[in-house]
């Protein structure tokens, strides 16, 4: 099994700040995906990165997938309540296995 | 305008009583996917279905058992539930297998199982 970690697991700011969320593994994954959950609701895609050292932005939201394709990260800037959620990373399995293997998510409050 | 629902949402049932949950798309996506999410361990796959009548079991298959007749049912069964398997229930769908990362996977908004 391919694990992904993710940090912190628990994180609550002010809005307005900035934050930064981590996922890492030991393995390589062809692309990685990340989601936001909303209590009662299932996960929504917000990105994938697929190449190595890409980033993506996504108006508040920057996306990095890392050199190795072993890690991202997701930063937030200037945080909004809105913004509060948990956030899932997935990667897409190696040779072989296309399902994603998910990480167990940063859950998120930003508070007004 | 959901593409994918789940039914029931809600469901308390009794330790060894048979369950199914049942999810419904209207996207005709090839790939469908029941996942349990639970503290502390995230999202974990069940079973997965890449077409009609053709399924196979995920991370976490024991007790679990799934068929799909139609490209637009996706059934999961817990033969004789337990205790252990209350959790949140979610299905999943995907246009396309996840190479190269074309394709995300959408959600349905859960069942929540509590076994009693």
């Known amino acids: 099994t391919q694990l992904l970690e993710q940090s912190p697991q628990f994180l609550s700011i002010q809005e307005g700040e900035n934050l930064t969320v981590y996922c890492n593994s030991s393995?390589?994954?062809?692309?990685l995906q990340w989601y936001r959950q909303e209590p009662g609701e299932g996960p929504v895609l917000l990105v994938t990165?697929?190449?190595?050292?890409e980033v993506k932005k996504l108006k508040r939201l920057t996306f990095q997938f890392g050199d190795a394709r072993k890690d991202s990260s997701l930063h937030i800037t200037a945080a909004q309540p809105g913004d509060t959620g948990l956030y899932l990373c997935?990667?897409?399995?190696?040779?072989?296995?296309?399902?994603?293997?998910f990480g167990k998510g940063t859950k998120l409050s930003v508070i007004p | 305008d959901a593409g994918i629902t789940q039914s029931p949402r809600h469901k308390v049932t009794e330790t060894g009583t048979p369950v199914t949950l049942r999810c419904h798309q209207t996207?005709?996506?090839?790939?469908m996917y029941w996942y349990r999410q639970d503290p502390g361990h995230g999202l974990r796959l069940i079973h997965y279905?890449?077409?009609?009548?053709?399924?196979d079991k995920g991370e976490v298959s024991d007790g679990y058992s799934v068929s799909r007749s139609k490209t637009e049912d996706f059934l999961l069964t817990l033969e004789s539930a337990t205790s252990s398997q209350t959790s949140v229930y979610f299905c999943?769908?995907?246009?396309?297998?996840?190479?190269?990362?074309?394709?995300?996977?959408?959600f349905g908004s859960g069942t929540r199982l509590t076994v009693v």
């Open positions: 279905s890449y077409g009609v009548k053709d399924t």
């Open positions: 997935a990667g897409e399995g190696g040779a072989g296995s296309y399902q994603l293997t």
């Open positions: 990165v697929v190449t190595g050292g």
């Open positions: 999943a769908i995907s246009e396309s297998v996840v190479v190269g990362g074309a394709y995300g996977y959408t």
């Open positions: 996207e005709n996506h090839r790939y």
């Open positions: 393995s390589v994954f062809s692309s």
